[in-house]
């Protein structure tokens, strides 16, 4: 079965500064990766995913997140934080083929602070 | 340009009583998924639709029902409401693709059990 871990419940970061949050995930095979983001009140959006090919993987907000088979993690980075990406992260793990549905990790919130 | 709309956006019930959650989706998605919400837990699957007339169970199935009667819809029932049932309820579509990850959320239902 696939699982995800995200280590982090929060993470504070100041304005400027770069953030990385970290996602390790459990599957056999080749797994689909996705980071969405939920701000306070809404639904989640869709960041980012990988399913193959390049490693590293470039999404919008200007999020991107690289993908480490060798340590089974997905970890999001953004070069510089602004006030407005406070949120919450989600990263999610999926099975290759059939109609597996991801599963989500328990998320992290994340802190800006001015 | 709607996307995902859940309706409705908040509701309070008491302990036995039975409701529907409404979820419409105007971009001809193929899958339909209902989550669960809950402090700490990330979002947890509670049913999901590949397609018209179809539902399947997901991790959590338990004290819910679903019906996808037509395309645009996907309705989540309670027969008998239960305090554990207190969440917050996510809509999400997607269309029939590789990864078969949630892509458009609704705003969410909150819903009360007391």
Known sequence: AQSVTQP???????????LELRCNYSYGATPYLFWYVQSPGQGLQ???KYF???????????????????QSSFNLRKPSVHWSDAAEYFCAVGASGGSYIPTFGRGTSLIVHP | NAG???TPKFRVLK???????LCAQDMNHEYMYWYRQDPGMGLRLIHYSV???TT????VPDGYNVSR???QNFLLGLESAAPSQTSVYFCASSYQGVGNQPQHFGDGTRLSIL
């Open chain 1, 8 to 18: 982090d419940i929060h993470i504070t970061v100041s304005e400027g500064a770069s």
């Open chain 1, 46 to 48: 869709l960041l980012l």
């Open chain 1, 52 to 70: 193959s090919g390049d490693t590293l993987v470039q999404g919008i907000k200007g999020f991107e997140a690289e993908f480490k088979r060798s």
């Open chain 2, 4 to 6: 995902v709309t859940q």
């Open chain 2, 15 to 21: 302990t036995g009583q039975s409701m529907t959650l």
């Open chain 2, 51 to 53: 397609g018209e007339g």
């Open chain 2, 56 to 59: 399947a169970k997901g991790e």
């Open chain 2, 69 to 71: 009667l037509k395309k």
